[in-house]
Every structure is written in structure tokens, then in C-alpha cells.
């Protein structure tokens, strides 16, 4: 059973940084992995998710040149760095693994609990 744990979150004011990892539990680390956040009131979206390799990388544009996700097959973790962040970024991230690619939320057949951020201005 494959078992994704997010950490990192928490509060941090307007324009400071945090660094969100996921630890993959089990026989599989998928070969896209993402971020996706939801925030109260709103649907999840998604936020980063990169391949295998890392060669293929997503980004919402609400978070280009402000996030970077990365991965480290050797020991099944894949962070996500925030920076500049802004009270909109002020959410639920999850983690989430695919197999089939950088594709929308469906495709992810594998997610986390969850990590809150919050963003105070």
C-alpha cells in the first residue's frame, strides 16, 4: 500500500518562505509526482508537479517563479519550495502521485493528508 505524508507546513508572514516534503511510503514511487492546494470555500487545484526524471515540470501560473518542485528517487521525497508567498497562497497542499503524467487532478491515483500553510499579511 502506498502511503504519501506531507510536512513543512505552517505560518509564515507575507513574503517569507517555506519548503513542503513528501515522504512515499510502500512498493511505489509514481512517475509524476505533484501539488495541488485548496483553500477554504474554493476546489483543489493544482499548484507543481514534475516526471520522473524531473525533465517535465507544471506550474500554476499563480506560482511561477515563486515555487519549485523537486524530487529525490533515492528516497521517495519530493518538495516543494515556496517563496514570496503571498495571503492567496493560504491553503491545504497535498501531495499526490500518478502514473499517467502531468495531468489533471483525476490522474492522481495516490494523495497525502494534507499540510495547512497559512499566509498572514
Known amino acids: 500500500q502506498v502511503r504519501l505524508v506531507e510536512s513543512g507546513g505552517g505560518l509564515v508572514q507575507a513574503g517569507g518562505s517555506l519548503r513542503l516534503s513528501c515522504a512515499v511510503y510502500g512498493p511505489t514511487f509514481s512517475s509524476y509526482m505533484g501539488w495541488f492546494r485548496q483553500a477554504p470555500g474554493k476546489e483543489r487545484e493544482s499548484v507543481a508537479a514534475?516526471?520522473?526524471?524531473?525533465?517535465?515540470?507544471y506550474y500554476a501560473d499563480s506560482v511561477k517563479g515563486r515555487f519549485t518542485i523537486s524530487r529525490d528517487n533515492a528516497k521517495n521525497l519530493v518538495d516543494l519550495q515556496m517563496n514570496s508567498l503571498k495571503p492567496e497562497d493560504t491553503a491545504v497542499y497535498y501531495c499526490?502521485?500518478?502514473?499517467w503524467g502531468l495531468g489533471p487532478e483525476y490522474e492522481y491515483d495516490y494523495w497525502g493528508q494534507g499540510t495547512q500553510v497559512t499566509v498572514s499579511s
Open positions: 514534475i516526471s520522473w526524471r524531473g525533465g517535465s515540470t
Open positions: 499526490a502521485g500518478s502514473d
